[in-house]
């Protein structure tokens, strides 16, 4: 099969990630990916679960991700890192629930600044057996009354494909959020 090439798109090519929705991996029943795409389109949650949606500046997250091969095989490792601004009782909460499910691992949609959506901690070739895990939490007070107070946390994985795009749609509380990240 020839290769296909590469030709630039226009459009936004805006970095940054908006909006971060989690589950618990136990949680996600179904994701159903396209075939011939590789991309995810549907997911579903068991009964009374369903994701939780963080927000925050649109400067301070990032997503990436490391191919690499060894023996002939690829592994891909990647991470997602976001901050819970603030250092009063909301945040706190906030980073002890993910602390504490991250034993058992989440799973992400993370909306871009681009307009598209990856899933994160599921893959068509291993599920959720790699789910993301936290690797970090990092609480910085500042030094400066200007400064950003709060606690970044970063989620990790590794699988052995890149992250899928998501192209469907999630429902969190009530809103239906477009893969473009329209809706919130």
């Known amino acids: 099969m020839a290769l296909r090439g590469y030709t630039r798109q226009a459009g936004r090519r805006n970095g940054g990630i908006t909006a971060i929705a989690l589950a618990d991996a136990a949680a996600v029943s179904l994701v159903a990916f396209n075939r011939a795409t590789g991309n995810a389109e549907r997911i579903e949650t068991a009964e009374g679960e369903g994701f939780a949606l963080y927000r925050f500046r649109e400067d301070a997250a990032r997503f990436t991700e490391v191919v690499t091969t060894e023996a002939g095989f690829l592994k891909v490792e990647r991470e997602l890192s976001f901050p ?88 969190i509380d009530g809103k239906t959020i477009q893969a473009d990240g329209t809706g919130y």
Request: hydrophobic share 35%; aromatic share 4%.
């Open 84 to 171: 819970l601004e603030r250092l009063d009782e909301n945040q706190r909460q906030a980073v002890a629930e993910l602390l504490r499910r991250s034993h058992a691992g989440l799973v992400a949609v993370v909306y871009n600044g681009c307009g598209s959506a990856h899933l994160l901690g599921m893959s068509s070739t291993l599920g959720n057996s790699f789910p993301l895990k936290v690797r970090e939490a990092r609480l910085d007070s500042g030094k400066e009354p200007a400064d950003m107070a709060g606690e970044t946390v970063t989620l990790y994985n590794e699988d052995t494909s890149k992250a899928p795009l998501f192209t469907g749609e999630l429902t």
